[in-house]
């Protein structure tokens, strides 16, 4: 199971869980090695930034990650995230989970497939 944590900035104002530190500290409290941490990357990016050190900090609490861009919640080279950076750190706390697209693309849907297995392929 994956617990998720969403910004408040813009998308889901009032949510519970709108930082990984929130997430972890409820996974921790309840202590089963079944429940990780969902990480979405445009969450990160809009609730605090620092996306690259939070990866590092929580490197075992990684269930699953998601992938969009800032601004506009599009295809990986669209906006402001170093996704290639993202990519290496990944590699580099040893992360074998799955990562998925989760982005309204901007162009065709093959053109942000495309940009997406460029990064993480």
């Known amino acids: 199971y994956n617990l998720e944590p969403l910004n408040t900035v813009l998308d889901h104002p ?20 079944r429940i990780k941490m969902l990480l ?15 990866i590092r900090q929580y490197r075992d609490y990684l269930g699953y990650i998601h992938i969009a861009d800032v601004p506009g919640r599009h295809q990986p080279g669209t ?16 992360y074998s989970g799955t990562i998925g697209l989760e982005c309204w693309p901007d ?15």
Not at 40 to 54: K, L, S
Not at 107 to 121: E, I, K, N, Y
């Open 40 to 54: 979405d990357v445009y969450h990160v990016q809009m609730e605090q930034g620092n996306v690259i050190e939070t």
């Open 14 to 33: 009032g949510y519970a869980i709108p930082r990984p530190e929130d997430c972890v500290r409820l996974i921790s409290e309840v202590g089963s090695p």
């Open 107 to 121: 162009g065709d849907l093959s053109q942000a497939m495309q940009a997406f297995r460029q990064v993480f392929g």
């Open 79 to 94: 906006g402001e995230i170093n996704y290639p950076q993202i990519a290496q750190t990944l590699r580099d706390v040893g």
